[in-house]
């Protein structure tokens, strides 16, 4: 990591930031992951991989309001930049999803998932288990009958 931030670390340049930010997030030092991200949106505002990471950090915490933060920046460098990738694409649907499940907005969350056309289908079944376990286990509170219904038979 020392080589790295030699080479990785010169001004205007965030990718030794990006990779002690992704370390340091691995090795669960979160306050540490957090300042690197942030070093690293400020050193390269346009770049969309420290949103990502702040994003999934942000989620392991259960901040979804920084997580929905972040989803509007990179929606708006998406825009921006007018040329996006497949893969980015599918991060920010899968981000979507998972917002929308955390806030319990189940029927929108599965209709987000349904309807993606950049998240493949094992990644749709996936995302799909865990919005039919979350209703499982939160089942008592919810009212969407059908929803209660689907995921019963989802996750028997």
Same mark, same amino acid.
């Given at each position: 990591?020392? @080589?790295? =931030?030699?080479?990785?670390?010169?001004?205007?340049?965030?990718?030794?930031?990006?990779?002690?930010?992704?370390?340091?997030?691995? !090795?669960?030092?979160?306050?540490?992951?957090?300042?690197?991200? @942030? #070093?690293?949106?400020?050193?390269?505002?346009? *770049?969309?991989?420290?949103?990502?990471? =702040?994003?999934? %950090?942000?989620?392991?915490?259960?901040? %979804?309001?920084?997580?929905?933060?972040? *989803?509007?920046?990179?929606?708006?460098?998406?825009?921006?930049?007018?040329?996006?990738?497949?893969?980015?694409?599918?991060?920010?649907?899968?981000?979507?999803?998972?917002?929308? *499940?955390? #806030?319990?907005?189940?029927?929108?969350?599965?209709? #987000? %998932?349904?309807?993606?056309?950049?998240?493949?289908?094992?990644?749709?079944?996936?995302?799909?288990?865990?919005?039919?376990?979350?209703?499982?286990?939160?089942?008592?509170?919810?009212? !969407?009958?059908?929803?209660?219904?689907?995921?019963?038979?989802?996750?028997?």
């Amino acid at each position: 990591m020392n @080589e790295l =931030r030699i080479y990785g670390d010169a001004p205007g340049s965030s990718f030794f930031l990006i990779r002690q930010a992704q370390a340091f997030a691995r !090795d669960k030092k979160i306050p540490q992951a957090l300042r690197a991200v @942030e #070093k690293a949106i400020e050193r390269t505002p346009n *770049l969309l991989s420290p949103y990502f990471i =702040r994003a999934e %950090i942000l989620m392991s915490l259960n901040d %979804i309001p920084g997580v929905e933060k972040d *989803l509007h920046e990179i929606d708006a460098l998406l825009e921006k930049s007018g040329a996006t990738s497949e893969g980015d694409e599918i991060k920010r649907h899968e981000f979507q999803a998972k917002v929308l *499940l955390e #806030k319990r907005q189940f029927r929108q969350a599965m209709t #987000k %998932i349904d309807n993606s056309i950049f998240l493949t289908k094992t990644m749709k079944r996936r995302l799909l288990t865990q919005l039919a376990k979350t209703i499982k286990v939160g089942g008592e509170g919810i009212t !969407d009958r059908q929803m209660v219904a689907w995921a019963q038979k989802y996750v028997p």
